[in-house]
């Protein structure tokens, strides 16, 4: 399985993204890179090629689902998993998300004694379901 290295957080709350760095960053061998807006997270993207990305679904300019279609277009992105972290957890919007092609949903709030558990339990369902 490969290891996880790097993740993109894309969020436009200031706080809510250094909680998420911090949290994340207490695993062993994993870089957490920010970003502040869907544009932004193009441009990082692009300049990190992340293992996973963590897209906060409202966000001003480029929302949470424009981003994804953009990144989906991307060559070289196209394949990167994407979860969506999203205030907005109920079932239709759930659905709505999955569609869109989310590898999964993080709600929020979130618990941030256990997200980096969560992340990680994100990524190995995700190894685990790669063809061999």
Do not use: N
Request: glycine share 4%; net charge negative.
């Amino acid at each position: 399985m490969r290891t996880l290295h790097t993740v993109l957080y894309v969020d436009d709350e200031p706080d809510i993204r250094h909680i998420v760095k911090l949290c994340l960053e207490l695993s062993p061998g994993l870089s957490v890179e920010l970003a502040a807006s869907g544009a932004e997270a193009l441009d990082s993207a692009r300049r990190l090629r992340p293992d996973l990305i963590l897209l906060d679904v409202m966000m001003p300019g480029l929302d949470g689902a424009a981003t994804l279609e953009r990144l989906r277009a991307d060559p070289g992105l196209e394949r990167v998993p994407i979860a969506f972290v999203t205030a907005k957890a109920m079932p239709a919007e759930l659905a709505r998300l999955r569609a869109l092609g989310a590898a999964d949903i993080i709600a929020k709030p979130f618990d941030p004694l256990t997200l980096a558990t969560q992340v990680t339990a994100l990524w190995e369902r995700l190894a685990a379901e790669q063809p061999a």
